[in-house]
């Protein structure tokens, strides 16, 4: 079946660039996300990309979408302690009705 | 202020006595869905409801039960509570499953079963 796939944990030192990798097996995907979760909340969406695009920007947020390897990045420059968080990769493939999320990645910023 | 509304957010709760978590939204979106978070498993989707009277399982919807009969609320129903279905639940809304609709979460709900 589908399948997400990202590691758990990521420290950056503040002011450096994260990049939070995700892999996923659907090559029909059309959309792929990322969401924001802080804690006590419910997930917020960060960005998404069409999968006829390769990259997308928006402000401190970068995504690279690499569809030969089913590979989707996010870079945030310039990382802020407020950007802790556990990110969530997620696609959603053309013709189901659902979203398919990662385990999430746990990012830590250190001073 | 468009919003998912989950309550209650913390529960708990004995083995085997009924519950209902309630899940409502303001933005007259027709898909909605419940999840549960579990560490390192990220989310799993237990229902989704594409339209009114409309729903369909998930990926873990055993134990769990749902109805949508208006298009705003989309309650999460466990029968028989069991300390396995001790989670962190989220309910979501989007607006359609065919177009470009992210996914709107309400706050969660944190039930404990003993």
């Known amino acids: 079946g589908e399948d997400v796939e990202q590691s758990l944990f990521l420290s950056v030192r503040e002011g450096d660039s994260s990049v939070i990798n995700c892999t996923y097996t659907d090559s029909s995907s059309t959309y792929l996300y990322w969401y924001k979760q802080e804690p006590g909340a419910g997930l917020q969406l960060l960005t998404y990309?069409?999968?006829?695009?390769d990259m997308k920007q928006d402000q401190r947020l970068t995504v690279l979408l690499n569809k030969k390897d089913k590979h989707l990045s996010l870079r945030i420059a310039d990382t802020q302690t407020g950007d802790s968080a556990i990110y969530f990769c997620a696609e959603r493939e053309s013709s189901a009705s659902k979203i398919i999320f990662g385990s999430g990645t746990r990012l830590s910023i250190r001073p | 202020e468009a919003q998912v509304t989950q309550n209650p957010r913390y529960l708990i709760t004995v083995t085997g006595k009924k519950l209902t978590v309630t899940c409502s939204q303001n933005?007259?979106?027709?898909?909605m869905s419940w999840y549960r978070q579990d560490p390192g498993l990220g989310l799993r989707q237990i229902y989704y409801s594409m339209n009114v009277e409309v729903t369909d399982k998930g990926d873990v919807p055993e134990g769990y039960k749902v109805s949508r009969k208006e298009k705003r609320n989309f309650p999460l129903i466990l029968e028989s509570p069991s300390p396995n279905q001790t989670s962190l639940y989220f309910c979501?809304?989007?607006?359609?499953?065919?177009?470009?609709?992210?996914?709107?979460f309400g706050n969660g709900t944190r039930l404990t079963v003993t």
């Open positions: 990309i069409f999968s006829n695009m």
């Open positions: 979501a809304s989007s607006l359609s499953q065919l177009r470009v609709s992210p996914l709107h």
């Open positions: 933005m007259n979106h027709e898909y």
